[in-house]
């Protein structure tokens, strides 16, 4: 497998467990290999975002693997277990938390169970600056309720940023702007609250 293509921290796992599930493979003869149910084999891995397989004479078998790239991470219920999300939105098999990659946690079990939860959340995740101090690096959590829409925590300050559930290019504009102001004046905001249209809302960390 081709492990200068995998980015993510999926590589040695989808590796050892398909050297297993492959095992039948060693041994055979080159043109004996059934290549159409190697890819079916490999396919079904959720983790797996890519896969080529290709005979290569005199007697091997290339497979060259592409792995999801976790993008974010989700929390049920059990607070050791992180379900690794990808940037479309694939589930992947769970890992214990200090085998998680980094990356935003998406707290609550709905977001297990509802596709357009966890769309929602990416459709926030993909309008966030690249760098800068509300970027997605910079997000611990994420939160969301049918009522409010989307929450973020802020993993510097601890601030809670909400956000909504539309809008998202526009108000994380504004919100940058406001954590950067924040930041130059040496404030901390213990909630900024930018579903409105037009406007962002703080509230201090001295105030009530």
Do not use: C
């Not at 939105?89 to 998680?100: F, I, L, N, Q, T």
Request: overall charge neutral; charged content about 30%; aromatic content about 8%.
């Amino acid at each position: 497998a081709d492990k200068n293509t995998d980015p993510s921290f999926l590589f040695p796992k989808v590796q050892a467990a398909l050297e297993e599930k492959l095992h039948g493979v060693y041994g055979q003869f080159v043109w004996q290999v059934d290549i159409q149910k190697v890819l079916s084999v490999i396919e079904a891995d959720r983790r797996v975002r890519d896969v080529f397989v290709t005979r290569v004479l005199p007697n091997t078998i290339r497979i060259e693997i592409e792995p999801q790239v976790a993008f974010a991470n989700i929390m049920g219920s059990d607070s050791l277990l992180f379900y690794p999300l990808s940037q479309e939105g694939d589930v992947m098999p769970a890992v214990r938390a200090p085998d998680a990659p980094d990356g935003p946690i998406l707290r609550g079990a709905k977001f297990l169970q509802s596709k357009e939860w966890r769309d929602e959340a990416l459709k926030l995740l993909h309008s966030l600056p690249e760098t800068g101090a509300f970027s997605r690096a910079s997000i611990s959590e994420i939160h969301m309720n049918d009522k409010n829409g989307l929450k973020m925590i802020l993993k510097k300050s601890g601030s809670e940023v909400l956000i909504g559930n539309e809008d998202f290019k526009n108000r994380t504009s504004y919100i940058s702007r406001v954590i950067h102001y924040l930041d130059s004046e040496r404030l901390s905001g213990r909630v900024i609250d930018a579903r409105y249209s037009k406007k962002v809302v703080v509230k201090l960390r001295n105030e009530p």
